[in-house]
Each structure stands twice: as C-alpha cells, then as structure tokens.
C-alpha cells in the first residue's frame, strides 16, 4: 500500500490497529514495565519491609554493597555455569530426539507427543518428582547405581555442595529439551528433500548431509530457540527453589533466585532490587552481544 493509498483511507481505518494493540500494550505496561521501573527506584534505597518508616535514598550504596558482597560473586559464578551447561544440553538433547522422532517408524505421532510431557508438567511436580528421584535412602538413582556396583553407597546428591548445584541442571536440562526438540523438528521438516536426493546421488555420507545441508538449514532455528532458553534459564528458579532452596549453604544460589531471597524472605526490597537490576543489565549485554553475532552471522 502506497503512503497516497494510505492518507486517502478513512481515520477510523487508520487508528484500527492501534485502538486494538492497546490493550495488549496497557497490559504489557501494567505487568511488565511499570515494576520495571518501580525496582530500578526501589534500587537506590533503603527499604527493608519490617522497618516500613525507614525509606531513605542511599544512591549506589546497594550496588556498592553487592560488589563487596562474596555471596553476589558465587551467586553469578554459578549462574554462568547454570546456563553454559543447560542451555548447550538441552539443545544436544532436543536436537537428536528431535532427529529420530523425524524419521519414519511406527507409533511416531505418540512418540511425538509424549516427549512433550517434562515441558508441559508444572516446575513444582517437576522439582518434586526428581527430589524423591535424588533421595539418598529410597531414591531410585542411588538404587540403580547400587544395582549396577557403579557405587559402593547412597550419594546425597542435593545435600552435597559439590553436587548440588549439577543435579538441579539435570532436572532442568530434561524439564527444557523438549522446547529445542519441538522447535528443531519444526525446522527439520521446513528443509526440502530435495536437497537430500541430490546429495545423496553425489554419493554425500549422511554424516555430510547433516553437516552441509541439515544444521545450516536449523541455523536461524537453533540461535533463536538458543536465545530464548538462555532468557528463560537465567531466570528460572522455581525448580532451584523448591529442591534445595539454594543450599546447602549458597552451593545453589543463582543470582535471580538470590535477589528473590534477599527480597521475599529476607524482606530487604532495595538490596533485592539492586543485585535483580545487576542481573537485568548483564542478561540485557548478553542479549544485545548475541544478536549483533547472530546478524553478522546471517549475513
């Protein structure tokens, strides 16, 4: 449509589209922007919820605080290792389930929809479910390792600070993989077969076909799922919260599910909100980093 054809339609016609969006912008403001913006302000002071008369403005004295606080450091070093491990495991996972439920076998269309069933289930009966898996005195993985001689006792995995933290990645990387294996399997039937065949009659190896014709066709797939699981692994802490609580010790602290400690349970709502605006600007540079990559990698 030609900005002539434009102008020549009717206001009411013009205005259509923006007097539909708005409730869906309103919202968006309401439940997204507007406590955005109030833990920015809440940020630079000192609000502790159990001495509401006390609401001072302290500048950047909480930001100071977690620079000098050695917990924020082990909270966003554990975070790196959250997210460098799920996210790369969900995706190896998601993407070879999603490779064999594209094949052609029998029983496929159920195939295709039970391995959505760790996406649709709730965190919490998630988190649940693998506690019992991981109990130390009637867990079935210690009971199975023990069947097997792989070990010669019960391994409290989420009472161990040194195994802690690698279980709940475990819970999470098979919570998540259906997402990459619905999303790749969604790219894997959009590639023509054609190119298969005429592959194949140049005498290409499948190991070729999958390096040459199969991930540069899920390249766009890949990064954007990619860049969405990392959002949402960030930001995930149910499934931390409800299986350890962060513990023991701070042996599973990320740095959201720190800020939501310090705010909800510690009531400190101006600390909370400054190491969750500290998080919000690192996750935002990842972000703005991984799309200027992903362009110049597309083009």
């Known amino acids: 449509m030609s900005d002539t054809t434009a102008h020549q339609m009717p206001l009411s016609r013009r205005i259509l589209p923006i007097v539909m969006l708005s409730p869906a912008v309103l919202v968006t403001l309401a439940i997204v922007f507007i406590p955005m913006v109030q833990a920015l302000w809440m940020s630079f002071h000192d609000y502790v919820l159990f001495r509401p008369n006390n609401f001072d403005w302290v500048g950047l004295k909480n930001y100071i605080t977690a620079v000098n606080d050695p917990v924020f450091w082990t909270s966003l070093r554990q975070t790196a290792i959250w997210i460098a491990i799920t996210v790369p495991a969900q995706m190896l996972l998601g993407l070879v389930t999603a490779l064999l439920l594209n094949q052609t076998f029998p029983w ?29 005195n009637y867990g079935v993985l210690n009971d199975l390792l023990l069947r097997l001689d792989l070990i010669k006792s019960s391994i409290p995995w989420l009472a161990d600070p040194d195994t802690a933290l690698y279980a709940i990645i475990l819970t999470l990387t098979w919570q998540g993989f259906p997402f990459f294996a619905v999303m790749i399997l969604a790219g894997l039937q959009s590639i023509p077969s054609s190119y298969y065949e005429a592959a194949s009659i140049d005498g290409a190896s499948p190991l070729r076909q999958f390096l040459h014709i199969t991930l540069p066709g899920l390249s766009g797939v890949l990064m954007t799922a990619t860049l969405l699981r990392v959002i949402w692994v960030a930001n995930s802490i149910d499934v931390i919260y409800v299986m350890t609580g962060g513990g023991p010790g701070y042996s599973s602290y990320t740095l ?14 101006g600390y909370g909100s400054a190491l969750a605006v500290c998080f919000t600007i690192m996750l935002l540079g990842f972000v703005v980093l991984y799309l200027r990559r992903a362009g110049k990698n597309i083009t």
Do not use: H, Q
């Open 108 to 136: 496929r269309g159920l195939a295709r929809a039970l391995v959505i069933i760790p996406w649709a289930l709730p965190s919490v009966v998630i988190a649940l479910m693998w506690v019992w898996i991981y109990d130390s």
């Open 256 to 269: 959201p599910l720190y800020a939501f400690v310090e705010a909800r349970t510690g009531l400190n709502y």
